[in-house]
Each structure stands twice: as structure tokens, then as C-alpha cells.
């Protein structure tokens, strides 16, 4: 089979073990935008209390932009790194509320809807300028919230494409993100990384993953290779 043949395979296997992926959260593109930064280096359960206790102190973004910075970093602290992370929602806010300033007759607003009218290409162009704000981080939004063909690849969409032979064994996520999002078609991105997330978080893990419930063992260079004593566990 070729590769889109490959790849919606990996997507239908996935599909009829975890089902139909749930809809995105109910949440403003300002809320993903500060939720992808509180979720780098953190588990969700971490980033899910950050950003609960966070809009449980301030009612506007404005009051988060304009709060004491060791206030807020007290705030965010169970998401770690927090100093780097207050400083990065600040900034972020700042740049869209200015950017929004120019955008609309709706001076002072924070909102991302500007990026509605962007091709991909610019919308990841102008999100990747905000400090803090990595490919990852600007394919979610503009995935999540304005429903637009990318392909988020985090740590898990990054291994298991490893292991199946979708992107080289080198790959780092920045190259491993302009493979996936050219290879993967349009219309299962947003299914096939929810799916794949699932796959790595109870199977395809990155220590001891669970290969007796493998999905594509004959397709895997971990179970073809690894599992069977051939190739040090760390390459993958």
C-alpha cells in the first residue's frame, strides 16, 4: 500500500479500538492559546488545575495580562516552570490584544479571530512570533479552534509515527511536523492525532509499551525489531 493508503489504515485501526474522537473542548481561541502554554512540560491533569485555578482569579484576560507577575506565577505553579510560563501568557496577551488593536475597530479585545481569514501557512507564521509558541502549540489552535487542515504532532504522534515507519528514526519534532502534515490527508487530521494520543498513552507508551495489544505489529519496527532483542530500546 502507498503511504495515504498506510496512513488512513493506521486511522481506521485506531478508530474501531478507541472510537470516534470526542469534539474539541468548548473553550475560547484565547483559553487554547494560554492552555497549549501551560501544557508544555506538564502532564494534563497538571495543566487542567493551572488553568482552572487561573481563571478562578481573574475574571478578564486583561487582569491576567496586567497581574503581578509573582501572583500569577503562584498561580500557575502546579503546571511548572512557572516563572517562564507567567512570563510567556503575558506577553502572548499583550501581542494579541495589540495585533487586535490593528485588526479592529474592537480596540483593547483579546481574540484570535483574524486568523480566520489566514491561509495554514500564515496563521503558523504569525503564531510561532509569540514567545513560547512552537509548531505544536500553533497547530493545535489553529486545528482545535478554527478547525483548520494541520496536524498537531506531540510526543506521542512523534513516536508511534517513529515506530511505524511514517516519518525516519531521526526525525526531530519540528521535521517530523512539516512530514506528517504534508502526508496525513486533510480530512482525518484532527481524528487521527486525537486517536494516536489515546494509542501512546495506554499502549504504544515510551517505556514498556504494552506489544501484546499492539494494533500493526507487522507494520511496527519497535515490535519487529526491539521486542525481539534486535535494537536498543533507546532509538526509539
Not at 507577575?69 to 501581542?95: C, F, H, M, N
Not at 531521526?170 to 486525537?194: F, M, S
Request: charged share 35%.
Amino acid at each position: 500500500m502507498n503511504e495515504e493508503e498506510k496512513i488512513r489504515e493506521l486511522n481506521r485501526r485506531l478508530r474501531h479500538r478507541y472510537g470516534e474522537p470526542e469534539e474539541p473542548p468548548k473553550m475560547s481561541d484565547i483559553g487554547y492559546l494560554v492552555e497549549t502554554i501551560l501544557s508544555q512540560n506538564t502532564n494534563d491533569i497538571n495543566r487542567d488545575k493551572a488553568y482552572s485555578n487561573l481563571v478562578d482569579r481573574y475574571s478578564t484576560w486583561e487582569e491576567v495580562e496586567k497581574a503581578d507577575y509573582e501572583e500569577l506565577v503562584d498561580t500557575i505553579r502546579i503546571a511548572g516552570l512557572g516563572p517562564t510560563k507567567a512570563e510567556r501568557i503575558q506577553e502572548s496577551l499583550k501581542i494579541v490584544r495589540r495585533t487586535e488593536d490593528k485588526e479592529s475597530s474592537n480596540q483593547g479585545e483579546y481574540s484570535l479571530e483574524f486568523l480566520e481569514d489566514m491561509s495554514v501557512d500564515e496563521g503558523k507564521e504569525w503564531l510561532t512570533k509569540i514567545p513560547g509558541v512552537g509548531p505544536k502549540t500553533a497547530a493545535i489552535i489553529l486545528c482545535f479552534y478554527f478547525r483548520k487542515p494541520v496536524f498537531p504532532v506531540d510526543t506521542h504522534v512523534h513516536r508511534i509515527s517513529k515506530r511505524l515507519g511514517l516519518i525516519p528514526r531521526n526525525a526531530g519534532r519540528t521535521k517530523a511536523h512539516n512530514i506528517l502534515e504534508e502526508k496525513v490527508p486533510d480530512d482525518i487530521k484532527y481524528e487521527l492525532h486525537r486517536l494516536m494520543i489515546e494509542y501512546g498513552r495506554d499502549t504504544a507508551k515510551a517505556r514498556n509499551p504494552d506489544c501484546e495489544n499492539c494494533i500493526w505489529p507487522e507494520e511496527c519496527d519497535y515490535f519487529q525489531r526491539v521486542y525481539k532483542g534486535e535494537l536498543d530500546p533507546e532509538e526509539f
